[in-house]
């Protein structure tokens, strides 16, 4: 796993029960026929770009979420929002992997408003970089068990060694909490759903050095229901 095509592959071949893996597997509501290698193309592209531009911080949050990730193959990134990610990261190309509307996701929103503020990329990744479910809604979000993170821990150490960061931002408690103990910087900020939004962004502000004068605190402004803290907090 040193190069993104031999990550992407690894990741794609993790298979668990009650969990979507969007690199290997296809949804038959909403997916294209070859939405799997759309999604690892996608990944790999990010990852290819981070390395060249020697990105040097990861975003964690904690899980893959359904409207989010799940569709894009791109952690913390809705459909609506690929563009401004291909543009963040150099102008690479970013392709839909799913038929019908874009679908928007919360936790995307902000964190690509604050990304896209900021100016400066980072590699975004969840703790569980799939997609856990519950067995009987494939549409729900869940917090992943102590052994899926096992299963697929070698992934995230294997993400670290390839990017080599100089710190890493874990968003939620959950993440900083899994992340406790890595030889590397990683600072807590708190989760942007269930109306932590504004010490997100307070907290990203800190950071990055970034003033009041910058939007500290301030509240984004989403044309869409926050219907992802209905069904639980992952992108």
């Known amino acids: 796993m040193k190069t993104p095509k ?21 949804c038959s ?42 569709r894009t193959g791109v952690p913390l990134t809705d459909e609506v929002h690929l563009a401004q990610a291909a543009a963040l990261m150099g102008g690479i190309e970013l392709d839909r992997a799913t038929r019908g509307p ?21 590699v975004l990744w969840n703790i569980f970089p799939l997609h856990p479910h519950e067995a009987d809604d494939p549409f729900s979000n869940r917090c ?9 821990w070698p992934l995230l150490t294997a993400l670290i060694a390839m990017i080599k960061p100089r710190r890493i931002v874990a968003i939620g408690r959950d993440a ?28 990203v502000n800190h950071i990055y050095g970034l003033t009041a004068d910058d939007d500290d605190g301030q509240t984004i402004e989403l044309p869409f229901p926050d219907t992802q803290a209905a069904r639980g907090a992952a992108a």
């Open 6 to 26: 031999s990550f992407a592959q690894a990741l794609a071949e993790t298979r668990l029960p009650s969990v979507f893996n969007p690199y290997a597997d296809c």
């Open 29 to 70: 509501t909403y997916d294209r026929a070859d939405a799997a290698r759309v999604r690892r193309r996608n990944l790999v592209r990010c990852l290819d770009a981070a390395i060249a531009a020697h990105v040097d911080t990861i975003w964690i949050a904690r899980d893959l979420g359904y409207r989010g990730g799940r």
């Open 176 to 203: 900083g909490m899994a992340l406790n103990g890595l030889d590397i910087t990683v600072k807590i900020v708190r989760h942007p759903s269930y109306g932590g939004q504004a010490e997100f962004i307070s907290g």
């Open 102 to 122: 874009m679908v928007a996701e919360r936790t995307a929103a902000i964190v690509w408003s604050v990304l896209t503020r900021i100016g400066e990329p980072a």
């Open 144 to 152: 992943h068990t102590r052994a899926e993170r096992e299963a697929t």
